[in-house]
T-cell receptor, first 111, second 112 residues
């Protein structure tokens, strides 16, 4: 079973920020939060990951709450090409465990 | 382009047959992962290899087997195929055992 909970779908206007939430209340101390997205039936694409500090890269920002029980992926200026299923997963950095993808959030970016 | 290659892109076969899917990881990546994605099951983790050794195992059927070769490419063998095995099969690779994964374009398997 997935260790994360995400809303099944969200809408966002083009050019606005998309904020995608994820709950991971049972996260362990050695587990990172990873975000991936999948556009149609393409292979999933890595977006960003973090342990407890907020992270930013050229694609997105990741905000992790202080208790690490939830996080938010922020796409600062969503475009139509950001329409995809977004997956939040938690996994130990040491590896050796199953990578469990849940159902994800289907983000629709509208013109 | 993630740098992960998978062959073939499409595969159509009959029930009871055996097929082999191939994956070449990104240059320098030691881990290879296999996933199955069908319409009603989502993205399911099958197995992970790291530098030739099995590292993690998901709900992989006994009819399925995989291996990672010394040159780090990997193959997923599916035998006694059933209609329900029709799915997209993705391979991913990462530098180490728990790093971010980079996915290939997938192999679409259709079992008739």
């Amino acid at each position: 079973d997935a260790k994360t909970t995400q809303p099944p779908s969200m809408d966002c206007a083009e050019g606005r920020a998309a904020n995608l939430p994820c709950n991971h209340s049972t996260i362990s101390g050695n587990e990172y939060v990873y975000w991936y997205r999948q556009i149609h039936s393409q292979g999933p694409q890595y977006i960003i990951h973090g342990l407890k500090n907020n992270e930013t890269n050229e694609m997105a920002s990741l905000i992790i709450t202080e208790d690490r029980k939830s996080s938010t992926l922020i796409l600062p200026h969503a475009t139509l090409r950001d329409t995809a299923v977004y997956y939040c997963i938690v996994t130990p950095y040491t590896g050796g465990f199953k990578t469990i993808f849940g159902a994800g959030t289907r983000l629709f970016v509208k013109a | 382009d993630s740098g992960v290659t998978q062959t073939p892109k499409h595969l159509i076969t009959a029930t009871g047959q055996r097929v082999t899917l191939r994956c070449s990881p990104r240059s320098g990546d030691l881990s290879v992962y296999w996933y199955q994605q069908s319409l009603d099951q989502g993205l399911q983790f099958l197995i992970q290899y790291y530098n030739g050794e099995e590292r993690a195992k998901g709900n992989i059927l006994e009819r399925f087997s995989a291996q990672q070769f010394p040159d780090l490419h990997s193959e997923l063998n599916l035998s006694s195929l059933e209609l329900g095995d029709s799915a997209l099969y993705f391979c991913a690779s990462s530098v180490g055992v728990g790093n971010e994964q980079f996915f290939g374009p997938g192999t679409r398997l259709t079992v008739l």
